[in-house]
C-alpha cells in the first residue's frame, strides 16, 4: 500500500475536521435559503459557540467510535455507531440523573462549584481540552488497533 496504515487513521482524524468545516457554511446555506424561500421550517441560529460545541460533540462521538471502526471493521463499527448516537442522545438524560444523586457528594459541589465560577472562555477551553484528550488517546488506540489487524 502507497499509504502506511497510521497515516491512514490520521487522515480519518483530521476529516473530522475537515468535513465540520464543510458541513457548516452547507448549514448557513440552507438556513439562508429556508428563510429566503419562506418555508415554515424553524432553523435554529448558529453562533461560533454552537459550532464549537457541535464540532466537540462530534469529536467525542468519533473518538469513540473510530477506535471500534479500526479494531472491528465497518460492518460491526456501522451497528456500534446508530447504538452510540442513540446512547448518547438518550443518555443525556442517565447522565442527569446521575449527576442529580452526586450533588450530595462535597468533593463534586466542589468541582461543580469551581467549574460554574469560571468565564465561558474557560470553560469552553476546558471542554475543549477534554476533547482533545479524548481524540488522542482515540487516535493513539486506533493506530494500535489498525497496525494489529490482520486483513
Not at 5 to 10: P, W
Not at 54 to 74: R, T
Not at 103 to 123: A, E, G, L, P, R
Amino acid at each position: 500500500m502507497p499509504l502506511r496504515r497510521h497515516e491512514i487513521v490520521l487522515a480519518k482524524y483530521l476529516s473530522i475536521f475537515v468535513y465540520s468545516a464543510i458541513g457548516i457554511p452547507i448549514y448557513l446555506l440552507v438556513a439562508a435559503a429556508t428563510k429566503v424561500l419562506g418555508f415554515s421550517i424553524h432553523v435554529y441560529p448558529i453562533n461560533f459557540k454552537a459550532v464549537i460545541y457541535g464540532i466537540l460533540a462530534v469529536s467525542f462521538l468519533n473518538g469513540i467510535y473510530l477506535p471500534l471502526m479500526f479494531k472491528f471493521g465497518h460492518g460491526f463499527s456501522g451497528i456500534m455507531y446508530i447504538i452510540l448516537i442513540f446512547g448518547f442522545s438518550y443518555g443525556i438524560s442517565y447522565i442527569i440523573r446521575l449527576f442529580e444523586k452526586l450533588v450530595n457528594y462535597d468533593w463534586f459541589q466542589n468541582i461543580v462549584s469551581f467549574i460554574m465560577n469560571q468565564s465561558d472562555t474557560v470553560k469552553m477551553l476546558f471542554i475543549i481540552a477534554l476533547a482533545l484528550i479524548v481524540l488522542t488517546v482515540s487516535c493513539l488506540l486506533s493506530v494500535k488497533f489498525y497496525e494489529n489487524r490482520e486483513f
